[in-house]
């Protein structure tokens, strides 16, 4: 069972993700009947942990440099669909496409051309929005 704390803690995280994508993040978070009855729960706290812990925590790296670095992250991992949202929270938050070129760059070098030219199309696409 929820308590009330845990639903005020994911209605703030909920706000937050808001402001910094640019849009709700209900359409993702919804549960299918084929889906086991705790799946609810593990979206609800990895929206809080990411949108409640983390991405508010500016007292040593401020949301510019935590988005660069969610950028460089998802993209090393290959993981594309959460690459676009890094890469609009980035964009949303006043880092500037240069800049995430210079992140590809450095991917590049650590991680791997492929594993960069991969992520940058999803880069490419979202700066075309």
């Not at 949301?63 to 090393?76: F, G, P, V």
């Not at 650590?110 to 594993?115: D, E, P, V, W």
Request: aromatic share 8%; hydrophobic share 50%; net charge negative.
């Amino acid at each position: 069972m929820i308590t009330e704390d845990e639903d005020r803690q994911y209605a703030i995280a909920l706000d937050e993700a808001e402001r910094m994508l640019g849009f709700r993040l209900e359409r993702f978070l919804g549960t299918a009947d084929t889906e086991p009855a705790n799946a609810a729960d593990f979206k609800r706290l990895a929206t809080v942990q990411a949108f409640g812990a983390a991405w508010p925590r500016v007292d040593h790296l401020d949301t510019r440099t935590r988005a660069l670095i969610s950028i460089t992250i998802a993209a090393t991992l290959g993981v594309l669909e959460p690459l676009r949202g890094q890469l609009r929270i980035a964009l949303n938050k006043g880092v500037t496409k240069e800049e995430i070129v210079e992140a590809f760059i450095q991917i590049a070098a650590y991680a791997g051309a492929a594993r960069a030219f991969e992520s940058y199309g999803i880069a490419a696409e979202v700066f075309a929005e």
